[in-house]
């Protein structure tokens, strides 16, 4: 008789106990070669995981489910999940599970157990800008934008922390899916996941009204009528956390905008001028003198000047505001890499793309106003 080769047997917990680098971000699993992970940005084929079939996935995929039989359902309906899943010692990972030519894939994100403070993930002068402009405040919008992978959520996290520590409020967090689970000092802290503790983001937004918030944290703005109802908490006396996929302060105005109607805009764009505090944007790139990466920011806030831009939909000098404004607070990603490079944390050729940016802006005709 021939003999049949075993079975590979595959435990979702051995793998992410093998994965434990600090440094490591993503992991993807597939069926359609070897699995690999993110370190420090780059992608690295795993050589310890074995060749899956994609009846492994599927067994890692339920063992991720935890066996719930409605979840997996789902997926097979959806084609598609993003849900977290609980390991030992409080560490927690945010999953995306999805087909690809008719197989399963997963892509498992680390969430740190440990939240940093200000200082420890940027330069001391913009981390007591945020604290006295951003996270001392009562009320208005504040954004945390740039695209997927680039620490948004651990700002955010950071940033609730302060507060949890230094303040009595009650806070309401509303996620999709809950990536880092806090717990309360001294404010109070509810955090609700789409899908499990309420039915989509619009039931959870229109609910918050109703429980007492002091303070929001909404995940990400996706739509016009999320656009609205977080504009609309930050006007009646909220202070307000967001997202969005921007890569700078000037893009995010006119893409927060652009959730609305041609004839709707200007309103809007009144109401922002209004009610908006500032806006964060970041990315991450490798340190030059460890093994690790680093963050670079680009801070706002909402002064005169800026207020007037909003209000005449022009936002050709957002740039050059906020690189005349070091003084109260506001830098610039370039402003901030200049200073990341005289200091050898980080390599130039890592940047470069920062300062042509800006270069081809600075070429660039004025904007018209849309108004």
């Known amino acids: 008789m021939e003999a049949v080769n075993s079975p590979v047997r595959v435990d979702i917990d051995a793998i992410l106990a093998g994965l434990q680098d600090p440094n490591i971000s993503d992991i993807h699993l597939t069926s359609s070669g070897k699995s690999s992970y993110r370190l420090n940005g780059d992608i690295v084929k795993d050589e310890k995981i074995p060749l899956l079939s994609n009846e492994n996935m599927e067994t890692v995929l339920k063992q991720l489910f935890q066996n719930n039989v409605q979840s997996m359902d789902k997926f097979i309906c959806d084609k598609e999940s993003d849900f977290s899943y609980e390991w030992k010692n409080w560490i927690s990972y945010r999953v995306n599970a999805f087909f690809e030519r008719w197989k399963i894939g997963i892509v498992i994100r680390k969430i740190s157990p440990n ?17 006295k402009h951003v996270l001392s405040a009562k009320k208005w919008l504040f954004l945390v934008t740039w695209p997927t992978g680039s620490g948004k959520s651990t700002s955010i996290v950071t940033m609730l922390e302060h507060i949890n520590k230094n303040r009595t409020e009650n806070i309401f967090t509303i996620e999709d899916p809950i990536e880092y689970l806090f717990r309360s000092d001294k404010c109070i802290i ?3 996941e789409v899908g499990h503790d309420t039915w989509s983001f619009k039931n959870a937004l229109r609910a918050v009204m109703r429980e007492d918030p002091d303070i929001v944290f909404v995940w990400e703005i996706r739509d016009t009528e999320t656009a609205e109802t977080v504009l609309s908490l930050a006007e009646s006396w909220h202070l307000v956390f967001s997202t969005l996929h921007t890569g700078s302060a000037a893009h ?3 893409r927060f905008l652009s959730f609305f109607p041609t004839n709707m805009q200007e309103n809007v764009s009144d109401r922002l001028a209004d009610s908006l505090l500032g806006i964060q944007s970041q990315l991450l790139v490798k340190r030059a003198d460890v093994n690790a990466r680093i963050g670079i920011y680009e801070f706002l806030l909402n002064t005169t000047a800026v207020k007037n831009n909003l209000k005449k939909m022009d ?3 957002v740039d050059s505001t906020i690189e005349a404004s070091t003084s109260i607070g506001m830098i610039s990603m370039q402003q901030y890499a200049k200073k990341l490079l005289a200091k050898n944390l980080i390599n130039p050729r890592d940047v470069e793309h920062l300062f042509k940016s800006r270069d081809n802006q600075q070429q660039q005709k004025p904007q018209i106003p849309l108004h």
């Open 190 to 192: 509810s955090q609700r």
């Open 115 to 131: 939240i940093k403070t200000l200082e420890e993930m940027m330069f001391s002068n913009l981390a007591d800008s945020i604290k």
């Open 252 to 254: 995010t105005l006119s």
């Open 315 to 317: 936002f050709s000098q």
